[in-house]
């Protein structure tokens, strides 16, 4: 017997199972396309006409300081530009990262519900302790620690040279919406958990 013309039905149970996951992902999305949207024009990053020797270390210290408000995700997108550069060599190191990375996602920055495990709710705290805990010692067995360190440094050494050395007069910090930016980036807030 044909089944021409019939509307094919999901094969997925009725628990709904997909649509949390559909959910999820989408809020994922969300949150990432935020983040990134706080990232700055690249050519008004790399201006050339905004570059300049600081006249003395305290012009230097505000630059770098306003620079890293103004450009924070940019830097952090270099940064870690740097860092997987320096990891194309050492395969299982990047695969290590990209899967902490996904950990980091998903068990902190993502989160809208406490994380329950065993029926106990584990506060933020206790998941960024872990997290950066498992991160150093699963990076620290794929011995290449010496290339991640480095690649740091030269990633921190570039954002204080960029940031030194670009002049800060015409960019424009709401200081109310760097602070609350900086917050929100910082991973979930107290006040997002208690509305569940």
Do not use: Q
Not at 37 to 65: N, Q
């Amino acid at each position: 017997m044909t089944t021409y013309g019939t509307i094919p039905t999901s094969s997925f149970p009725a628990s709904g199972t997909p649509a949390v996951n559909l959910e999820y992902i989408s809020r994922a999305k969300e949150t990432i396309t935020a983040g990134l949207g706080t990232c700055r024009p690249w050519r008004e990053m790399f201006d050339s006409h905004c570059f300049g020797i600081p006249t003395s270390l305290a012009d230097a210290a505000a630059r770098v300081g306003t620079n890293a408000a103004y450009f924070r995700m940019n830097y952090a997108v270099g940064v870690l530009v740097i860092l997987f550069l320096s990891l194309m060599w050492h395969p299982i190191s990047l695969v290590v990262l990209a899967a902490m990375m996904a950990a980091w996602l998903f068990l902190y920055f993502l989160r809208d519900k406490p994380l329950v495990l065993f029926g106990r709710t584990v506060s933020d705290s206790v998941v960024l302790a872990a997290l950066a805990a498992a991160t150093i010692a699963v990076l620290m067995l794929t011995s290449a620690a010496s290339n991640i360190v480095g690649a740091l440094l030269t990633g921190v050494a570039a954002v204080l040279i960029h940031g030194a050395m670009r002049k800060t007069d015409d960019l424009s910090i709401d200081e109310e919406a760097a602070g609350g930016s900086l917050k929100s980036s910082a991973g979930p807030s107290s006040s997002s958990r208690s509305s569940y």
